[in-house]
T-cell receptor, first 111, second 112 residues
Framework: QKEVEQNSGPLSVPEGAIASLNCTYS??????FFWYRQYSGKSPELIMS????GDKEDGRFTAQLNKASQYVSLLIRDSQPSDSATYLC???????????FGSGTRLSIRP | DAGVIQSPRHEVTEMGQEVTLRCKPI?????LFWYRQTMMRGLELLIY????????DSGMPEDRFSAKMPNASFSTLKIQPSEPRDSAVYFC??????????FGSGTRLTVV
């Protein structure tokens, strides 16, 4: 079983709307969670980190963590065409610092 | 800060040849990760180091793969002998303690 699961998409969202990206993880020992954005042909770029239950906001981005449900999400408000990319969810275990990635969700913002 | 620096950016080699990928992590970062990315398998963790010591190499696919970190500012990933199925983008990333990792630009390896 894959340790971090994401819907591969593509997810198509109209410009200006809210994009919602979801991720589940299998290891309850995971304590650190990350969202990365990867443009085609580029390297992954860290956009959000979250370590405790609840919401964390940074500009147009909100990360949500629910450890009881083993669920992480990323909301992008006022979506822009420049947000079109693949979004990778990642988890790090408490017993080690290995960072495991999901397969990514392709997001397309249509004008 | 110059970020994580990887070399070469592109490498084309013939099957059976030795390939060495290089990485300079961000100064002060104590974790270093090597990942491989393909369309089929996504982003796979190959090996990671903490304070220059290999912690987990369970993702290294075969004995043909080896990685070293002789000091805090340099790491190598070696494939010997290379095979066409090793063709992928190889990323090096570094992090401070248990924070998120910063990725290098990657090395696109093609084995023909």
């Amino acid at each position: 079983q894959k340790e971090v699961e994401q819907n591969s998409g593509p997810l198509s969202v109209p410009e200006g709307a809210i994009a919602s990206l979801n991720c589940t993880y299998s290891d309850r020992g995971s304590q650190s969670f990350f969202w990365y954005r990867q443009y085609s042909g580029k390297s992954p770029e860290l956009i959000m980190s979250i370590y405790s239950n609840g919401d964390k906001e940074d500009g147009r981005f909100t990360a949500q963590l629910n450890k009881a449900s083993q669920y992480v999400s990323l909301l992008i408000r006022d979506s822009q065409p420049s947000d079109s990319a693949t979004y990778l969810c990642a988890a790090s275990y408490s017993s080690a610092s290995k960072i495991i990635f999901g397969s990514g969700t392709r997001l397309s913002i249509r004008p | 800060d110059a970020g994580v620096i990887q070399s070469p950016r592109h490498e084309v080699t013939e099957m059976g040849q030795e390939v060495t990928l290089r990485c300079k992590p961000i100064s002060g970062h104590d974790y270093l990760f090597w990942y491989r990315q393909t369309m089929m398998r996504g982003l796979e963790l190959l090996i990671y180091f903490n304070n220059n010591v290999p912690i987990d190499d369970s993702g290294m696919p075969e004995d043909r793969f080896s990685a070293k970190m002789p000091n805090a500012s340099f790491s190598t990933l070696k494939i010997q002998p290379s095979e066409p199925r090793d063709s992928a983008v190889y990323f090096c990333a570094s992090s401070l303690q248990k924070g998120g990792a910063t990725f290098g630009s990657g090395t696109r390896l093609t084995v023909v």
